[in-house]
C-alpha cells in the first residue's frame, strides 16, 4: 500500500498513540477517580433491574467470602492434630485400636468440616455465577430498552452530528459491554470481606506484616490505574475509526452494496482501507500492551519479594518455638492468599475506575437532553384546521453551517389544499418540511398553526397528526404488515385498516405475491427475509400515509422509484387520501406537481414564485424554464 493511500485514509500508528497519550495526560487523578461517581448510579439501575438477582448476589458473596479464612483456619487445626497424634508413643502400631476407641474422632471431624466447606463453596460459586449471568443479562437488555428510550426524545440536530454519533456509538457498546463491571464490584466487595478476615488472624499474630504488603502493593496499583487511564482514551479517540471500520465491513459485504461493490470493483479498495485502519489500531494495542506487561512484571515482583520476606520471618519464629507447625501453614498461608486478595483487590479496584471510565460514556449519552422548547402548557392539536400553516419570514441553517439553508422565507400552506414546492436540489424544500414537522426550530421568525407559534402546541399531538412519506423512507426488516402499520403503530392489531391501506397505495398487489402475504418479513437481512424492488417498497412507504390517516399530508418524492403507469395510479388515488386534508407535495416531476392547488418554487432558501400550473407558465420564470427543460426530454 502506497504511503499516500494510508496517509489520507486513517491516522498512522504514532499518531494514535500520540492521540492517546494526549488524552491520558489530560486526565488527572481526580478526574480518572472522579468517574467513580457513577457507580451509585450503575448499582441503583442493577437494584431497578432485579432486587431479587441483586440481593442474592450479595449473601451469597458474603456467605463465600468467609469460607477462605475458616477453611484455612481449620485445616491449621488439622495439622496441629497430627503433629500432636504423631507424638503419641506407639500411636502408629495401635492405630486401628486408637480409632476404635474414638481418639481419632477430633481428627475425623475436623476433616469432615474441612470438606463441607469445600462443597459449601462449590456450590456457592455455582449460585453466584448463575445469579450474575441472570442479572448481566437483564441488564444488558433493561439499559438496551433505556438508551432506545433516550434515543427516541434527542432531537434530530444531534442525531445529525458526527461528535453524537460518537457519543451514541460508545453508549451503545456501553449498554452490553458493562456488563463484566456487575461481577467485578460483587467479587471486590467479597475480596474485601475475606482480605478483612485474614488481615485480622495476621494481625493477632505480626501486625507489621500489614504494613509490608501494603508498601509492596501500591506500585502495583498505581501503575495499573495508569494503564488503564491509557487504554480508555485510546478506546475513547478512535471511536470515529471505530465507526469506520463497522462502516467498512458492513459495505463491503452486504446485500444493500454488494451490486455496486461488484460492478465498481469496490472489494480491493474497501478491504484495503479497512486494513490501513485496523493495523493501525493493532500497532497502538501491542505497543500499550507491551508497556503495560513490562511495567505490571516489575512491580509485580515486588508484592512476590514481600511474600518471601514475610515467610522467611514466620519460618524463623517457627524454628524459634513462637508458633506450631498449624500456625505456620495458616500464617504461611494467609500471607499468600492475602498478598494475593490484596493484589487483586487494588488491581480491581483499578479496573473498576477504568470501568466507571466507560460509564461516563453511558450515562453521559442519559445526560442529553432535548433542546427543543416545550411550553408548559401546550395547545392541543386543532380539531379542525382552518388557516393551516404560515411561514412568517423564516430563517434556518444546520447547526455548524456558515450558510442559511432557508432565509427571509415567508409561504402559506392554507387548510384543505395541496401546495406543492418546486426548486433545484439544496433550495430547502426538506428543510421546509423538517420545520413544518418540528423536527427542527427556526433561528429566525416563526412558524405558525392557525395562528399560533407550532412552540405552543403539543409535540407528540403536532406529529401525530401529520402523515409524512419522505423520499428516503425506512426499509424495515420486519412483516410486511409491520411496514405499513409504523405509520400507525398504535393500530398495528387492526388487520382490516392494513389491508385497506395497502389496497389503496396498490401494495396488495405486491404482498399477494409474497409467499407468507402480510406475514412475510422483508429485506434480506434474515434469513425469511424476502428483497423488493425500488418501486415495490415505495408502495409499502406510500401505504403508511394511508395507514396514519392524518389531516395534515407530506410527501417528499413518494413517486421516485415508481414507473409512469404506476405513478399515475397512485396519484391518482392520492387526490382521493388528499381531499379536504392539508398536503404539501415535494416532487421533480412536473406531471406530478400540476395535481397541486398551487405550486411555490424555491430558490437558494426563498420562495421565488407562488401560484397555480398556468400562472407559472404565464410568467415565463424559472418553473417555466426548469418545466420546459423536463418536458423536452419527452420529446
Known amino acids: 500500500m502506497s504511503s499516500s493511500t494510508g496517509s489520507a485514509s486513517s491516522p498512522t500508528p504514532s499518531a494514535l498513540d500520540a492521540a492517546a497519550a494526549a488524552a491520558a495526560a489530560s486526565r488527572s487523578w481526580r478526574e480518572r477517580f472522579g468517574a467513580l461517581r457513577h457507580l451509585p448510579p450503575f448499582l441503583r439501575l442493577l437494584w431497578q433491574t432485579s432486587p431479587a438477582l441483586t440481593l442474592t448476589q450479595g449473601v451469597l458473596r458474603v456467605v463465600r467470602a468467609l469460607l477462605p479464612v475458616a477453611t484455612l483456619f481449620v485445616g491449621k487445626l488439622i495439622i496441629d492434630e497430627v503433629v500432636r497424634l504423631v507424638q503419641v508413643p506407639?500411636?502408629?502400631?495401635?492405630?486401628?485400636?486408637?480409632?476404635?476407641?474414638?481418639?481419632?474422632?477430633?481428627?475425623?471431624?475436623?476433616?469432615?468440616?474441612?470438606?463441607?466447606?469445600?462443597?459449601?463453596?462449590?456450590v456457592l460459586g455455582r449460585g453466584i455465577a448463575f445469579a450474575e449471568a441472570m442479572l448481566a443479562e437483564r441488564f444488558s437488555n433493561e439499559t438496551s430498552l433505556r438508551l432506545m428510550a433516550h434515543a427516541a426524545t434527542v432531537d434530530l440536530e444531534d442525531f445529525e452530528d458526527s461528535d453524537f454519533q460518537?457519543?451514541?456509538?460508545?453508549?451503545?457498546?456501553?449498554?452490553?459491554?458493562?456488563?463484566?463491571?456487575?461481577?467485578?464490584?460483587?467479587?471486590?466487595?467479597?475480596?474485601?470481606?475475606?482480605?478483612?478476615?485474614?488481615?485480622?488472624?495476621?494481625?493477632i499474630y505480626a501486625p507489621w506484616l500489614i504494613a509490608l504488603l501494603a508498601v509492596a502493593l501500591v506500585p502495583a496499583f498505581i501503575g495499573e490505574a495508569h494503564f488503564n487511564a491509557e487504554v480508555y482514551a485510546l478506546n475513547y479517540r478512535r471511536t470515529p475509526q471505530r465507526r469506520e471500520l463497522d462502516y467498512l465491513r458492513q459495505t463491503a459485504a452486504s446485500a444493500e452494496t454488494a451490486k455496486e461493490v461488484k460492478i465498481f470493483g469496490l472489494n480491493a479498495f474497501l478491504i484495503a482501507r479497512?486494513?490501513?485502519?485496523?493495523?493501525?489500531?493493532?500497532?497502538?494495542?501491542?505497543?500499550?500492551?507491551?508497556r503495560r506487561a513490562g511495567w505490571g512484571s516489575l512491580l509485580s515482583a515486588l508484592g512476590t519479594a514481600a511474600y518471601y520476606a514475610a515467610y522467611v520471618y514466620i519460618v524463623w519464629r517457627t524454628l524459634h518455638g513462637d508458633f506450631s507447625i498449624g500456625d505456620l501453614t495458616f500464617l504461611a498461608g494467609s500471607f499468600r492468599r492475602l498478598n494475593a486478595l490484596l493484589e487483586s483487590l487494588l488491581t480491581g479496584f483499578s479496573q473498576v475506575a477504568g470501568q466507571?471510565?466507560?460509564?461516563?460514556?453511558?450515562?453521559?449519552?442519559?445526560?442529553?437532553?432535548?433542546?427543543?422548547?416545550?411550553?408548559?402548557?401546550?395547545?392541543?392539536?386543532?380539531?379542525?384546521?382552518?388557516?393551516?400553516y404560515v411561514f412568517d419570514n423564516v430563517g434556518f441553517r444546520y447547526p455548524g453551517a456558515k450558510a442559511w439553508a432557508v432565509r427571509g422565507l415567508s409561504l402559506t400552506v392554507r387548510a384543505g389544499e395541496t401546495l406543492a414546492l418546486v426548486g433545484e436540489n439544496g433550495a430547502g424544500k426538506t428543510t421546509l418540511v423538517k420545520l413544518l414537522t418540528r423536527l427542527y426550530d427556526p433561528d429566525e421568525g416563526r412558524v405558525l398553526l392557525e395562528g399560533h407559534d407550532l412552540r405552543e402546541y403539543d409535540l407528540a399531538a403536532l406529529r401525530a397528526n401529520v402523515g409524512v412519506i419522505f423520499q428516503d423512507f425506512v426499509r424495515y426488516h420486519l412483516s410486511a404488515a409491520d411496514n405499513i402499520a409504523v405509520g400507525r403503530i398504535d393500530a398495528r392489531d387492526d388487520a382490516a385498516r392494513i389491508v385497506d391501506a395497502a389496497r389503496r397505495?396498490?401494495?396488495?398487489?405486491?404482498?399477494?405475491?409474497?409467499?407468507?402475504?402480510?406475514?412475510?418479513?422483508?429485506g434480506r437481512r434474515f434469513r425469511s427475509g424476502v428483497d423488493l424492488s425500488g418501486g415495490e417498497w415505495q408502495k409499502i412507504a406510500i401505504a403508511r400515509a394511508y395507514m396514519r390517516d392524518a389531516p395534515v399530508l407530506v410527501l417528499d418524492e413518494p413517486t421516485a422509484a415508481l414507473d409512469a403507469r404506476a405513478e399515475f395510479e397512485v396519484f391518482r388515488r392520492f387526490q382521493e387520501l388528499s381531499a379536504a386534508k392539508t398536503t404539501l407535495l415535494i416532487s421533480h416531476r412536473f406531471s406530478s406537481v400540476r395535481m397541486a392547488d398551487r405550486i411555490?418554487?424555491?430558490?437558494?432558501?426563498?420562495?421565488?414564485?407562488?401560484?397555480?400550473?398556468?400562472?407559472?407558465?404565464?410568467?415565463?420564470?424559472?418553473?417555466?424554464?426548469?418545466?420546459e427543460l423536463q418536458a423536452a426530454g419527452y420529446r
Not at 475436623?110 to 462443597?119: H, K, N
Not at 404482498?511 to 422483508?522: H, I, M, S, T
Open 505 to 522: 397505495s396498490l401494495a396488495d398487489e405486491v404482498v399477494e405475491r409474497l409467499a407468507d402475504g402480510y406475514d412475510q418479513v422483508l
Open 600 to 627: 411555490a418554487v424555491l430558490v437558494d432558501g426563498r420562495v421565488e414564485a407562488v401560484g397555480t400550473h398556468d400562472e407559472l407558465l404565464a410568467q415565463k420564470g424559472r418553473y417555466a424554464e426548469l418545466f
Open 166 to 203: 460518537d457519543r451514541l456509538e460508545r453508549a451503545r457498546r456501553q449498554a452490553s459491554g458493562r456488563t463484566s463491571l456487575i461481577g467485578q464490584l460483587f467479587g471486590q466487595a467479597q475480596d474485601a470481606l475475606t482480605v478483612a478476615t485474614f488481615a485480622a488472624g495476621l494481625v
Open 274 to 290: 479497512y486494513r490501513a485502519v485496523a493495523e493501525a489500531f493493532y500497532a497502538a494495542n501491542r505497543r500499550l500492551a507491551w
Open 90 to 122: 506407639g500411636i502408629a502400631a495401635a492405630l486401628p485400636e486408637r480409632v476404635r476407641a474414638g481418639d481419632l474422632d477430633g481428627l475425623a471431624l475436623l476433616v469432615g468440616v474441612e470438606f463441607a466447606l469445600a462443597v459449601v463453596s462449590d
Open 356 to 388: 466507571a471510565l466507560y460509564l461516563d460514556d453511558l450515562f453521559s449519552f442519559f445526560a442529553v437532553a432535548p433542546r427543543l422548547p416545550v411550553a408548559p402548557s401546550p395547545r392541543p392539536f386543532p380539531a379542525t384546521l382552518r388557516e393551516g
